[in-house]
């Protein structure tokens, strides 16, 4: 039940957004990215998630690996991606349902880049909830959200710089110019200055909210912004069926549009992307765009699987790793090529036994799957394969991995750093 | 443009009751859905005849019609000429016929052939799990079970080849055999099979498992399943010539006929494709099931046609369309929809499985008009729940641990 605290705070949230929604223009931070080409520093590369670098290696063998036992505490739980930044790969352990937040010491570890060798490794008691992100001010900081609600930045020896207590479960932060944007497991958008100042909040909207308390879990994924605005997604739990809403704010915290997407097989918001003319959304295992000043639906792609990846994009095609990657054409959805993951239905005909999902970075007219890549224009395997020896071997159950990518990589302009649920993290150059 | 559910605007809440209102006035059956707002009446009834007087597959001929030749037929109201135990602690599938002798499996650990006219077992032979329907073809009976594919002699039942690679489920695709190649839906890919010797001819892998028993016409093959395309692959060496998207998984089988492609997806529609080019012909959405707090798709399970209509089986209903333009023509409500319901039509005749109030029935409907010509209530040695298939002047059904021959 909802206190009567909660509903005044939540009613004086909704009239702040009003005002900032008809008042003067909302400020627009200066974010400008410079696209480097020596660090991947939040989840989506860039602000918009594009997940498109510059550059990116073109072949590559096993450099070096840290094992998942190696580290003290060790780095169980759900590998996030790696960042990168500095020199450094970042890669954090978030507790999940295996790994529960409440008897799971969640590691953040941070391992050079050239060697392999292990700087440092923090234990959060409490569990995280999202990747690491390096902020984007050039401070070297690395923000990481809490299954707690805390937000905390640390820097680049290990330190604790300060902490944000938000509230909620906190995912994935991503960096956009002197500000960082979570979203928190209860679906409310927060903007925090770079040295951990709290400077608005956004509720998610909806009546059920009042019924349900605005706290109650939702599924949500990382914001992405642009000079626009800022854009999040979450799942309503209460009702509508196979649903997800997608919301644009802009840097005021005063929404611009709302939009429910059906999400045929699966209801999770997977991932977004935008860039000048499109919004992409992952939610279950279809890929939507959306005009991202209006939310209006321009197509949707059902790849069939009840789950996929977040989407990347470069100036030609569109790139989501479900079962199968594929290839979709911008303007229209229409694929382009896959690569078939060969990956066998389960005893259950549950297609999604071992499939790609992770993010897949795009540079240079190749894109990135696992431990090789593939050419962007026509899906040919430039190097690595599904059936690399190392990649299979482990002891594989398809169920932890549910919705979780078996390796999950990023790349700069000589190298690819990626998580793998077995082999923790590998360096492949 | 999606075929997903939208809710009613006022203005077309007001339009689907002036549609109602009219159908009411031309006294067709049912309610028109709000969906399909096509103000067509059904066309003339002009089926195409078909040459086949076997049921070589689930659904008859390889290109998945469940149409036959009239003449094979029967005549006038039916009756039951024989039954023939097949004891099974499981189930039963689509029997298939061919050369006057009927193939069944117990879904268990036996593998029967029948003859037509006595209903005397020609052989059997023990064979674990056995799955989908059969397929017959060529003097070779394909049979696709838990864990392999297996061909036998159709007139001895000797094993001719195994495939320990190739496995299939209950609810899964059935094999096709057309001409010299063995057709098998299996993990994420189509196989093509040289009948005789079980070597993979070829394999177009989507990445996706199918439970859609693919159609083969002439030298291309049409497959669909859960990676949500429909396909035509050359029958030669699996080349894609075409693919439609649609924007559901599809798990009914695949039909063609005068050139349509037929298939129904998990969305509720039912879908017309120009054969040669892929290019979409019509839709048809199934009217959706509503309940309390909300819509769910109809899913087609089951395609038939006749060259004039298209016959789409639901787990509740019948539902026919014109194949010129997707236009409905009747509805029948008592269709008994299970794992293994199919749908016969041959000489202006539809055999369906169908519901009653003392169990199931097998229902003989007239094509044009859907009016039921025979209803014929199961009994304690036989239902008719498996089937039916049709051939050289029988019905065969099976169900309650017996196959059954009505003419």
């Known amino acids: ?429 | 443009m999606t075929d997903t559910g939208k809710r009613p605007t006022r203005r077309r809440l007001l339009a689907s009751l002036g549609s109602a209102a009219v159908i009411g006035a031309a006294g067709c059956l049912g309610t028109r859905s709000e969906h399909n707002p096509t103000s067509g009446e059904c066309p003339k009834y002009d089926p195409v005849e078909p040459a086949t007087t076997d049921w070589r597959g689930v659904m008859g001929p390889a290109t998945n019609t469940g149409a036959v030749a009239a003449e094979a037929i029967p005549k006038g109201d039916l009756g039951i000429d024989w039954t023939v135990p097949v004891e099974t602690y499981v189930g039963h599938h689509v029997p298939v016929v061919a050369d006057d002798t009927v193939y069944v499996h117990d879904m268990d650990d036996e593998l029967s052939a029948v003859d037509a006219e006595t209903g005397e077992r020609v052989w059997t032979r023990p064979l674990a799990d056995p799955e989908p329907a059969p397929a017959v073809g060529g003097g070779t009976l394909v049979v696709v079970t838990n864990a392999e594919t297996h061909a036998f002699d159709a007139a001895t039942g000797d094993r001719r080849w195994k495939r320990e690679d190739l496995d299939g489920g209950i609810f899964g695709a059935s094999p096709i055999v057309a001409g010299d190649t063995v057709y098998v839906q299996s993990g994420v890919a189509t196989h093509a099979l040289a009948r005789s010797t079980g070597e993979t001819r070829w394999r177009a892998a989507t990445g996706f498992p199918s439970d859609s028993t693919p159609a083969v016409d002439g030298d291309t093959v049409y497959t669909a399943g859960d990676d949500t395309y429909v396909r035509a692959l050359d029958t030669a060496d699996g080349t894609e010539r075409w693919r439609a998207k649609t924007s559901a998984r599809i798990a009914c089988n695949v039909s063609i006929v005068e050139g349509t492609v037929l298939v129904g997806t998990a969305a509720g529609n039912v879908l017309g494709f120009d054969a040669e080019s892929g290019e979409e012909r019509w839709r048809y959405r199934l009217e959706p099931r509503k309940t309390r707090d909300e819509s769910r798709p109809r899913r087609p399970e089951t395609i038939a046609t006749d060259g004039s209509r298209v016959y789409v089986a639901t787990d509740d209903r019948l539902v026919t369309l014109a194949l010129a333009d997707g236009t409905r023509c009747w509805d029948n409500r008592n269709y008994a929809g299970g794992y293994a319901s199919g749908i016969a039509v041959g000489a202006g005749k539809v055999f369906v499985p169908t519901h009653d109030d003392g169990g199931g029935a097998m229902t003989v409907l007239d094509a044009p008009t859907g009016s039921t010509q025979q209803e014929l209530i199961g009994d304690k040695r036989q239902r008719f729940d498996i089937g039916p298939s049709v051939a050289g002047g029988g019905v065969y059904f099976a169900g309650r641990s017996a196959v059954v021959r009505l003419s």
């Open chain 1, 1 to 429: 039940m909802l206190s009567r605290r909660e509903v005044l705070a939540a009613g004086g949230a909704a009239l702040a957004g009003g005002l900032a929604g008809c008042g003067s223009s909302p400020p627009t931070p200066d974010a400008t990215f410079d696209a480097p080409t020596t660090a991947w520093p939040t989840a989506g590369y860039d602000p918009q998630a594009t997940g498109h670098a510059p550059a990116g290696p073109t072949e590559g063998t096993v450099s070096w690996s840290v094992s998942r036992s190696s580290a003290d505490p060790p780095l169980y739980g759900a590998l996030s991606p790696p960042v990168v930044a500095d020199g450094t790969v970042y890669v954090a352990g978030l507790a999940t349902h295996y790994y529960r937040p409440d008897d799971f010491v969640s590691p953040l570890a941070a391992i050079d880049a050239a060697s392999g060798s292990l700087q440092w490794v923090e234990g959060f008691a409490d569990g995280l909830g999202g990747s690491p992100a390096v902020a984007g001010d050039g401070s070297g900081t690395v923000v990481i959200g809490g299954y707690d609600g805390t937000l905390h930045a640390v820097g680049s020896d290990g330190s604790s710089e300060w902490t944000a207590d938000l509230g909620g479960r906190l995912g994935t932060p991503m960096a956009y110019g002197d500000r960082l944007y979570v979203e928190s497991g209860s679906g409310r958008l927060h903007a925090v200055g770079s040295d951990g100042s709290r400077l608005w909040a956004a509720d998610r909207p909806g009546p059920t909210e009042l019924l349900v308390g605005p706290d109650e879990p939702v599924e949500t994924t990382m914001p992405v912004a642009d000079d626009r605005g800022v854009y999040a997604a979450f799942t309503p739990f209460e009702r509508e069926r196979e649903a997800v809403v997608v919301l644009g704010y802009d840097h005021g915290g005063g929404r611009r549009w709302r939009t429910v997407l059906d999400g045929r097989y699966g209801r999770s918001p997977n991932g977004l992307a935008v860039t000048d003319d499109v919004l992409y959304a992952t939610v279950g295992g279809t890929v939507y765009a959306l005009d991202p000043d209006t939310g209006e639906q321009r197509w949707q792609f059902v790849t069939g699987s009840a789950v996929a990846g977040p989407p990347t994009v470069d100036d030609e095609r569109v790139y989501v790793g479900g079962k199968n990657l594929y290839a979709l054409s911008r303007s229209e959805g229409v694929e382009q090529w896959r690569v078939v993951n060969e990956a066998p239905p389960s005893y259950d005909r549950d297609p999604t036994a071992l499939p790609y999902l992770a993010r897949p970075p795009v540079a240079d007219g190749r894109v990135y799957i696992r431990t090789g890549a593939v050419s962007a224009a026509d899906g040919t395997r430039l190097w690595g394969g599904d059936a690399d020896e190392w990649l299979r071997s482990g002891n594989y159950f398809a169920e932890p991995y549910y919705r979780r990518p078996v390796a999950s990589p990023v790349v700069t302009g000589d190298a690819m750093y990626l998580t793998h649920a077995h082999h923790g993290v590998v360096k492949v150059a």
